[in-house]
Structure formats: structure tokens, C-alpha cells
């Protein structure tokens, strides 16, 4: 039997397929999420996919005696991979102690248990947003860490910084620190993907609403950028292949593969892909048009950022190969499934 794996934010977008991959690689899991970005029937959609259900706690990982409760209840808990935080970046402009009181208190209150529990290792999601606009693209992780432009932003840099501390500290545990590009796409079975609040901030939800005419046009931000087409370009990572990852990041800890005791990773395709490009992946790939208009470009947009994922590649033996095509065409199926659900 494999050892439990704590799953913090696992109702939420990365954390959900994850949940899957973890649960199909044979870990139990909990989640523990407190639904402010997410809701429980995920754990169905989970279920349906796997055939298993995760251990499901509603509770805030700000909240340490509920933390001490789940410990308590889940004693063979000896992995952590904590995505639970608050994650859009404008709203951290408005509402900074909101992210630094939850993104922060969570990492802590996490890193305190794991040395009461005897929990061997954690995962941490941070971003490429740590690189904010790169010099030379495309990044590695050695690439310099750039003054963060947001609450939401400094928090990741803040939280890599806690965890590093940490670790040299002497703590009696281990850390992977990955860094995403751009998480899109769904699962394939298109029972779980992503459910943004209210009008999404990102691209790819933005597109596939546009598509199915919720929102009348997508506005591309900007077309006078230092880039072939004019558009930002970034590097769009299909979700399952992201949470794959996650799987082979806590085996590498728990089996003690590395030495080491805390490395970074990052995540992304090596593919740089601009906004226009990425309309024209979705309109060949579903057959289905997407209306856009050329419009300002967005205040505090970087011009490019692709990862160097070869660290991943070669170290942890993972690639992201999904074509971006397939990656539409599951964003596609989930905004479908939303629609037949009456959520969207
Ligand atoms: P998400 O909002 O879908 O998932 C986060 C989940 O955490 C939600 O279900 C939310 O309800 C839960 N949560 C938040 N605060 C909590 C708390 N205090 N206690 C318990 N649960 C809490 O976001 P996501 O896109 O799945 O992102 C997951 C992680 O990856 C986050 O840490 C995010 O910052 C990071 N990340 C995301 C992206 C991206 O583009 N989606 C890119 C880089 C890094
Ligand atoms: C992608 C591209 C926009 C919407 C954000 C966070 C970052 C990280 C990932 C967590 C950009 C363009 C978008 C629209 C558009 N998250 N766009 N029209 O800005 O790369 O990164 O998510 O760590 O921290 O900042 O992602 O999806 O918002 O934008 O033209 O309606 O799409 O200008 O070039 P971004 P995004």
C-alpha cells in the first residue's frame, strides 16, 4: 500500500487532476479544500474518473487546529502537495493582506504539522510569474528571480523563500518546488477542468465562453509586441501532463531518489505560444469560431515567457507532450459538459 498523500486546494483546477493522477498511480488521497474557489462535486467527477473517492475535509489550511484534527484522524499521511491559495492576480492588487494572510499562513501552518506528523516531503506550486518579464526566453531555473508585480506574485516568492529556510533549517523533510507556465486545458473524460468565478482573467477560459457565445468577443491584448504576430506569447502546458508531474515529484521524495533536499522544476512545454496562435489551435482543432478583436494591451502583461523544461525532462523523466490541438479540444469538451450541466 502506498502512503497517504494530503492534498491541499485538491477540489481546485490543478489540484483536482492531480487527485486523479495520484489516485490512478495507486496513492490514497485526502483533499482537504475550503471551496472558496472550488465546490464538492469535483470529488464526484474525480470518482468518476477513477472509480475511487478521495477523503474529502472542508476546512482552511489557515486554521491550525483543523489541521491538527486531520492529522490526527489521518496518521499515515506522509506527502503533501499544497496548491491551496488565493491566485488572481488583480484581486491581489485589491485585496493584498487577503493573499498574504492565506497563501502565507497556509504554507506555515502546513510546514509546522509536517514536522509534528512525520511527513517526509511537500510539494509546492509556484510560477513562472517569479521570473516576472525574462531577459532571454527561454527560462531555466537558474534564470534570476525578478522584483514580483503583485501581492499574488510576491507571495510565491515569499513562500519559496519560507520552504528554503525551512529545509536548511534542518527540517526532517524534503521539498519540490515547481514552477508552471501556463496551466489550460481539462481532463480528456471532460468530467473535471477548470471553473472560474464570475468573468475568467485568463485566456483559455475567456476563449472557450467566447465559443460558445456566454461572451460575445475575446479581446486580444495587444498586437504591437516584439513578437512575430504582435501577441504575447507564452507556454500553454495541457493540465493532466502538469499534474503527472506532481506524481513523479512526490515518488522522487518519498523514495528518496535525490539527495537532495529541496529542488526546483520548471513546468512548461519549451513551446512559446502567442494569444492569436493559440485562437488559431482552437478554431482548427474544434472546428468551432472563436469572434476576437484586437484590443489595449493589459497593464502589467509580460511580452513573452516560454520555459526550458530540460531540468524535468532529464531529472524527473517528464515531458509535456500533448499537442496543444488535443489540449483545445479537451477545454472545448469541459465548457460543453458545463454547458449540458446548466452550470454555464
Ligand atoms: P484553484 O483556485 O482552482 O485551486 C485552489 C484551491 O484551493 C481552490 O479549490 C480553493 O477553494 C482552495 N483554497 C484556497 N485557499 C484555501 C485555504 N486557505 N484552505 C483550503 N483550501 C483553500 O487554483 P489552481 O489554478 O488549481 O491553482 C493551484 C495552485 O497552483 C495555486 O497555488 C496557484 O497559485 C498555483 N498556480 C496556478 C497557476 C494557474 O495558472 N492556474 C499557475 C501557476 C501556479
Ligand atoms: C495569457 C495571455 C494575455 C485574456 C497568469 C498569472 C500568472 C500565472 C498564470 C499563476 C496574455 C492574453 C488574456 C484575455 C488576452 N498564474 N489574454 N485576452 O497573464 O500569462 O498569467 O496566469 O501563477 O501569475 O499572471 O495568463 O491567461 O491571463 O493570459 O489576450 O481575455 O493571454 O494578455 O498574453 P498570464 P492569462
Known amino acids: 500500500m502506498k502512503p497517504t ?3 491541499t486546494g485538491g477540489t481546485g483546477y490543478i489540484g483536482s487532476h492531480t487527485v486523479v493522477e495520484l489516485q490512478n498511480a495507486g ?16 470529488i464526484d467527477g474525480i ?20 489541521l491538527k484534527i486531520l492529522f490526527d484522524t ?3 499521511i506522509k506527502g503533501i502537495i499544497n496548491f491551496a491559495a488565493s491566485k488572481a492576480v488583480g484581486e491581489s492588487m485589491q485585496k493584498p493582506l487577503l493573499y498574504y494572510r492565506n497563501n502565507l499562513n497556509t504554507l506555515m501552518n502546513l510546514l509546522d504539522m509536517m514536522g509534528k506528523y512525520d511527513v517526509k516531503g511537500i510539494v509546492f506550486s509556484s510560477s513562472c510569474t517569479v521570473y516576472g518579464e525574462p531577459d532571454v526566453n527561454p527560462v531555466t531555473e537558474e534564470t534570476p528571480i525578478k522584483k514580483a508585480t503583485s501581492p499574488y506574485g510576491n507571495t510565491k516568492q515569499i513562500s519559496e523563500e519560507i520552504i528554503t529556510d525551512v529545509i536548511n533549517s534542518g527540517a526532517p523533510f524534503k521539498s519540490i518546488l515547481l514552477r508552471y507556465f501556463n496551466p489550460v486545458g481539462a481532463h480528456p473524460s471532460a468530467e473535471i477542468g477548470e471553473l472560474p468565478n464570475g468573468v475568467p482573467q485568463n485566456l483559455v477560459p475567456f476563449l472557450t465562453q467566447t465559443a460558445m457565445g456566454i461572451r460575445k468577443e475575446l479581446s486580444v491584448f495587444g498586437n504591437d509586441y516584439n513578437t512575430p504576430d ?3 506569447i507564452r507556454d500553454y502546458i495541457d493540465v493532466v501532463d502538469l499534474a503527472k508531474a506532481h506524481v513523479i515529484a512526490i515518488e522522487r ?7 537532495a533536499k529541496i529542488e526546483i522544476f520548471n513546468l512548461g512545454t519549451g513551446n512559446g505560444m502567442s ?15 472563436v469572434p476576437h478583436k484586437i484590443a489595449p494591451r493589459r497593464a502589467g502583461d509580460i511580452e513573452k515567457v516560454w520555459a526550458n523544461p530540460e531540468h524535468a525532462n532529464k531529472v524527473l523523466g517528464w515531458v509535456a507532450d500533448t499537442p496543444i490541438e488535443e489540449t483545445m479540444r479537451n477545454a472545448w469538451a469541459w465548457q ?9
Do not use: H, Q
Open 275 to 289: 494569444v492569436l496562435g493559440l485562437i488559431n489551435a482552437f478554431e482548427s482543432a474544434t472546428g468551432v469560431k
Open 27 to 42: 496513492y490514497p488521497v485526502v483533499i482537504i479544500d475550503n471551496l472558496s474557489n472550488s465546490n464538492r462535486e469535483v
Open 253 to 259: 521524495m518519498l523514495d528518496d531518489k535525490s539527495e
Open 47 to 66: 470518482e468518476r474518473i477513477t472509480g475511487i473517492r478521495p477523503e474529502f475535509v472542508e476546512a482552511d489550511c489557515t486554521d491550525l487546529t483543523a
Open 74 to 76: 489521518y496518521p499515515g
Open 230 to 232: 504582435g501577441s504575447c
Open 336 to 344: 460543453c459538459k458545463l454547458r449540458e450541466r446548466d452550470i454555464m
Open 5 to 7: 498523500i494530503l492534498v
